[in-house]
C-alpha cells in the first residue's frame, strides 16, 4: 500500500512540483514540496521521507549538492533518491548514481504514471 508512505519532490518549477505532488497523493502518498535543494535538504533531514526525486538544476543549491550534503547525514546516506532532469547527461547521470540513487528520469520522456511507478517499484509497493 502507498499509504504513510512519505515523499519528496525537490522542483524548482512550480507547476510541475504541484503537478507530481498532486498525482502522488491522489495515489495515496503524503507528498511534500520544495522549490530548491537548500529547502529539500532541510524538509529530507526533518521529515525524513521513504523517497525523494530531486531536480539537477535548481536555484539556491542544485540536485547534485543536496544530494553529496544529504549523504552525509546518517539518515540521509541510506535515502532513496530518484533524480528529474531535463539533461541528457550522461555524465552528470552517472554522477548522481555514483551517489547512490536509485534513478532518473528525463523530463521530456516520462508521464505522471510513469514517476508514480518509479516510486512504487523503488518503495517495493505492488501496482
Not at 523517497?51 to 535548481?58: S, T
Given at each position: 500500500?502507498?499509504?504513510?508512505?512519505?515523499?519528496?519532490?525537490?522542483?524548482?518549477?512550480?507547476?510541475?512540483?504541484?503537478?507530481?505532488?498532486?498525482?502522488l497523493t491522489s495515489e495515496g502518498f503524503e507528498?511534500?514540496?520544495?522549490?530548491?535543494?537548500?529547502?529539500?535538504?532541510?524538509?529530507?533531514?526533518?521529515?525524513?521521507?521513504?523517497?525523494?526525486?530531486?531536480?539537477?538544476?535548481?536555484?539556491?543549491?542544485?540536485?547534485?549538492?543536496?544530494?553529496?550534503?544529504?549523504?552525509?547525514?546518517?539518515?540521509?546516506?541510506?535515502?532513496?533518491?530518484?533524480?528529474?532532469?531535463?539533461?541528457?547527461?550522461?555524465?552528470?547521470?552517472?554522477?548522481?548514481?555514483?551517489?547512490?540513487?536509485?534513478?532518473?528520469?528525463?523530463?521530456?520522456?516520462?508521464?505522471?504514471?510513469?514517476?508514480?511507478?518509479?516510486?512504487?517499484?523503488k518503495l517495493n509497493i505492488n501496482t
Amino acid at each position: 500500500m502507498s499509504e504513510n508512505k512519505k515523499i519528496l519532490v525537490v522542483e524548482d518549477d512550480s507547476v510541475l512540483r504541484n503537478t507530481i505532488i498532486d498525482k502522488l497523493t491522489s495515489e495515496g502518498f503524503e507528498a511534500l514540496g520544495a522549490k530548491n535543494g537548500q529547502e529539500g535538504l532541510d524538509l529530507a533531514l526533518q521529515a525524513h521521507p521513504d523517497l525523494i526525486l530531486v531536480d539537477i538544476l535548481m536555484p539556491v543549491m542544485d540536485g547534485m549538492e543536496m544530494t553529496t550534503k544529504l549523504r552525509e547525514d546518517e539518515w540521509g546516506k541510506d535515502a532513496n533518491i530518484i533524480v528529474l532532469t531535463n539533461l541528457n547527461d550522461e555524465k552528470r547521470i552517472a554522477d548522481f548514481l555514483e551517489q547512490g540513487t536509485y534513478d532518473y528520469l528525463v523530463k521530456s520522456n516520462w508521464s505522471l504514471d510513469e514517476v508514480v511507478k518509479k516510486v512504487k517499484e523503488k518503495l517495493n509497493i505492488n501496482t
